[in-house]
């Protein structure tokens, strides 16, 4: 079925240095949420784009959706240790149901 | 509080034996779902209630496992003849029709290991 591609597994980098993780998808997403996962916790809405070439902002956080609708980006500049967790993009194929990706972990070094 | 709320937040339990999950919504939402969590994967859908209507499952639910809303509020999971396979922490989540783009509210989770 369709499915989400992440990008990079992983992520280290030193608190105040930027960070990036990637939501590619083989077929165009009707829309595409943002979630973030604590270690030891749930996951927690961040955000949901629905248009092409859209842009939000929160704080240091930087969302994008592609032109083409296929793909994500979560940006967040000079990472904090609260920025610490697993972020996952995820989409609703028209149904109820969200299909999630595996994740970026983050850890970030003080 | 007035989050999700799951219990109990862990369960550990033999293989074989039966385990059952509760989970409390939002109280205004009437859209309810259940997803699983393995370590190092993303949530995977498991089934989705509008008020009491049972209306997606995922192949993923075998016949070992049931979701019940009886009275459209709380929901219970139950897995018959538990096996390891079924380790994982089993998330609860909630919204509300007419949320623009499904926005869900997950619980924080129980914690099921099978030994």
């Known amino acids: 079925g369709q499915q989400v591609m992440q990008i990079p597994q992983y992520q280290h980098v030193q608190e105040g240095e930027d960070f990036t993780t990637y939501c590619n998808s083989s077929t165009t997403l009707s829309n595409i949420q943002w979630y973030k996962q604590r270690p030891g916790g749930h996951p927690v809405f961040l955000i949901q784009l629905v248009k092409s070439g859209e842009v939000k902002k929160q704080k240091r956080l930087t969302f994008q959706f592609g032109e083409a609708k296929k793909n994500s980006s979560l940006h967040i500049t000079a990472t904090q240790t609260t920025d610490v967790g697993t972020y996952f993009c995820a989409y609703g194929a028209g149904s109820y149901q969200l299909t999630f990706g595996k994740g970026t972990k983050l850890s970030v070094i003080p | 509080d007035t989050g999700v709320s799951q219990d109990p937040r862990h369960k550990i339990t033999k293989r074989g034996q039966n385990v059952t999950f509760r989970c409390d919504p939002i109280s205004e939402h009437n859209r309810l779902y259940w997803y699983r969590q393995t370590l190092g994967q993303g949530p995977e859908f498991l089934t989705y209630?509008?008020?009491?209507?049972?209306?997606?499952k995922s192949r993923l639910l075998s016949d070992r496992f049931s979701a019940e809303r009886p009275k459209g509020s709380f929901s219970t999971l139950e897995i018959q003849r538990t096996e390891q396979g079924d380790s994982a922490m089993y998330l609860c989540a909630s919204s509300l029709a007419g949320n623009s783009g499904n926005t869900i509210y997950f619980g924080e989770g129980s914690w099921l290991t099978v030994v």
């Open positions: 209630f509008q008020n009491e209507a049972q209306l997606e």
